[in-house]
């Protein structure tokens, strides 16, 4: 005879590391992006790293984001220790009420702007190593965060709208 619980199981903690891996390297990338794009458009300070300075920057970046899904997974645990609270959302995404063209609108704002800050910081301490010309400003910084969510937003617009298309051609349940 077996035996079943009613509460949900738990992701595995390489889900965790994968998704923090996966949409922390996109943020990555947009964030540098636009925190040269912020430099040019404000004027202030200077970012300009290229590929191979950015290519450091990212390995130094890589186990920050192992320690941030880490640091996830642990607050997620202590405030809802069962996952009571996702069970209720991935239902109600499975039934088509929430994120239907947007996947997770706050988080992505949230995450979009957070790791812009934390790519400035290690481009900032990279830039010891590699000798990239970058002098950060508050300015520059919170600029290029803020514009950042609109990177944070198009791909989450981009991957609602795979998984609403892949909804209507019937390959993802409704």
């Known amino acids: 005879m077996s035996v079943t619980s009613n509460t949900p199981a738990r992701p595995p903690v390489w889900l965790w590391i994968a998704i923090s891996l996966l949409w922390g390297s996109v943020f990555f990338a947009t964030s540098t992006w636009m925190l040269g794009f912020a430099a040019r458009l404000t004027g202030e300070g ?5 590929a191979s300075q950015a290519g450091t920057a990212y390995l130094i ?33 499975v039934a088509g ?29 990279a830039a010891v190593l590699t000798g990239a010309a970058i002098e950060l400003t508050p300015r520059l910084v919170l600029s290029g965060a803020a514009l950042n969510i609109a990177a944070g937003l198009a791909v989450s617009m981009l991957v609602g709208v795979v998984i609403f298309v892949l909804r209507r051609l019937g390959v993802v349940g409704r």
């Open 46 to 50: 200077a970012f300009g790293p290229s």
């Open 61 to 93: 970046y890589l186990p920050m984001l192992v320690l941030v899904a880490l640091a996830t997974m642990a607050v997620r645990n202590r405030m809802d220790p069962e996952y009571r609270a996702l069970e209720k959302r991935k239902a109600e995404v």
């Open 97 to 125: 009420r929430k994120e239907r063209y947007f996947v997770s609108l706050a988080s992505s704002i949230a995450t979009s702007f957070l790791f812009t800050l934390l790519a400035a910081s290690v481009h900032a301490k």
